[in-house]
């Protein structure tokens, strides 16, 4: 019986929604937490609110595979994921909160001259810019990950690769409670199972509220951290935005001993694994190649990932897998996010962080609260404007993604 297990205080509150507040943060994933706890944490903001369609974390947060790393080639890249690598060393003591962070080293493979070409000057772009990144061969590959396979005669030999020491990973649930708990304690009232079905605007076209399956809520500030879900609630203030969204999925083996020292990953060959403090073997491939809002991929995504997997790693072969799923991710076309103010007063949006976003958690949460707070960018998030694909100052991204789409 679980009948003892009842009684445990909760970690957040779970009030009923206020008729106004200052600002309203929409989407309770990592992002919509860290945001809403930065908002009280640094800029006193007590009258808040995070409101979540389903539960906390029941995105994209609680799906991921929860990789960081910070090895991205252009500065602005380096400076927002840099951040975001700075403030996960002690989030666990800022959260009082074990979030489980592991810096284990993060491993990107090189199967052919195009990806050593890639790898390298990402190498020389981050130890220019002060992050830690290496090359190695083939044979230090294998000494730091010793079931890797660099046998010459596979379909795709590994022939370098690159490593960032720093990178590692953290637990994708104690992320979204830790925030949770914090910014509760704060005074932020976290709103579940509220879907946002409407944003209103008043006379001059600035934000007024949202409507909501739990009622109509005022406000005059408001973030959109939804992910997947972006493009579909910027509707509702009538904006278009250059996002696509696919499905991206992962699955786990049963869990095994200790075999996996660290994550490995290649784009080239669609698959990346690590292995959670359970044991199971985390792997993950690349999104479908179609936008769909389903949250499952295609199975023979799937299925190739793992023959990928089983040559790059033979000694997994018999193992069985537990479970896959699925998540939404939203694409921009330089798969950097966006990360500011948007053509209607009142109106801000963190998106388009792809298939990589939870490496910025807390860098993310950061700068955006400090953007909704004070209505101006962060000095780390104004390049991620919006604005960026009128003017073309672009910052392309798609080769660190590392996982392919
Ligand atoms: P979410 O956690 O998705 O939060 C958005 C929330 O908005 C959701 O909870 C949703 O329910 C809510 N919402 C949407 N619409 C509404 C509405 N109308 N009303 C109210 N609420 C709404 N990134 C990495 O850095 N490393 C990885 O290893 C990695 N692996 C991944 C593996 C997979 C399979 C997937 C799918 C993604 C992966 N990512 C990874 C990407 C990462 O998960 C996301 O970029 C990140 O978690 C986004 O966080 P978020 O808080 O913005 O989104
Ligand atoms: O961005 O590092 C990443 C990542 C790994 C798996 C999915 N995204």
């Known amino acids: 019986s679980f009948a003892h297990n009842t009684g445990w205080p909760e970690q957040w509150r779970s009030p009923e929604p206020k008729p106004s507040y200052d600002a309203i943060i929409i989407g309770g994933g990592g992002h919509g937490l860290a945001t809403a706890y930065y908002m009280a944490a640094e800029h006193g903001m007590r009258n808040i609110a995070v409101v979540e369609k389903g539960w906390i974390g029941g995105g994209n947060t609680g799906r991921n595979t929860t990789i960081i790393r910070s090895n991205y080639l252009w500065e602005e890249s380096e400076a927002l994921y840099g951040h975001a690598m700075t403030l996960w060393q002690d989030l666990s003591q800022v959260l009082n909160y074990n979030v489980m962070y592991s810096p284990r080293g993060v491993m990107m ?168 403090d359970k044991g199971e073997l985390v792997i993950g491939a690349g999104t479908d190649a179609y936008i769909s809002y389903s949250q499952t991929g295609g199975l023979h995504i799937a299925t190739h990932t793992l023959d990928a997997i089983c040559e790059m790693f033979p000694n997994v072969r018999r193992l069985r897998m537990l479970r896959n799923w699925g998540g939404i991710v939203d694409v921009t076309p330089d798969r950097s996010p966006i990360i500011g103010k948007t053509p209607v007063p009142g109106l801000f949006l963190n998106c388009g962080w792809g298939t990589g976003g939870f490496k910025a958690t807390p860098g993310s949460g950061h700068v955006f609260a400090h953007q909704v707070a004070t209505g101006e960018p962060h000095p780390i998030n104004a390049p991620f404007s919006l604005d960026r694909f009128r003017t073309g100052r672009l910052i392309d991204e798609a080769a660190a993604a590392a996982v392919a789409h």
């Not at 010793?146 to 490593?163: E, F, H, M, Q, T």
């Not at 199972?193 to 409407?198: D, K, R, S, W």
């Not at 493009?231 to 996996?260: D, F, I, N, T």
Request: a positive charge.
């Open 109 to 276: 493979l090189a199967h052919n001259i195009h990806d050593v070409q890639v790898f390298k000057r990402h190498v020389h772009a981050n130890r220019l810019a002060g992050t830690d990144n290496e090359w190695l061969t083939p044979e230090q590959a294998k000494a730091f990950c010793p079931i890797l396979n660099i046998s010459k005669d596979i379909r795709y030999p590994v022939i370098g690769a690159s490593l960032q020491r720093r990178g590692g990973t953290a637990r994708h649930d104690a992320v979204a409670w830790g925030y949770a708990r914090a910014a509760s304690a704060l005074g932020v009232d976290i709103l579940q199972n509220c879907e946002v079905t409407a944003i209103t605007r008043d006379a001059s076209g600035a934000v007024a509220g949202i409507e909501t399956t739990r009622g109509t809520i005022a406000t005059k500030r408001i973030g959109v951290v939804a992910a997947g879900n972006t493009s579909h609630v910027m509707s509702m203030a009538g904006v278009r935005l250059p996002l696509e969204s696919y499905p991206l999925q992962a699955l786990v083996s049963e869990p095994v001993k200790p075999v996996m020292p660290c994550v490995v990953m290649s784009n080239t060959i669609h698959a990346y694994m690590s292995q959670s």
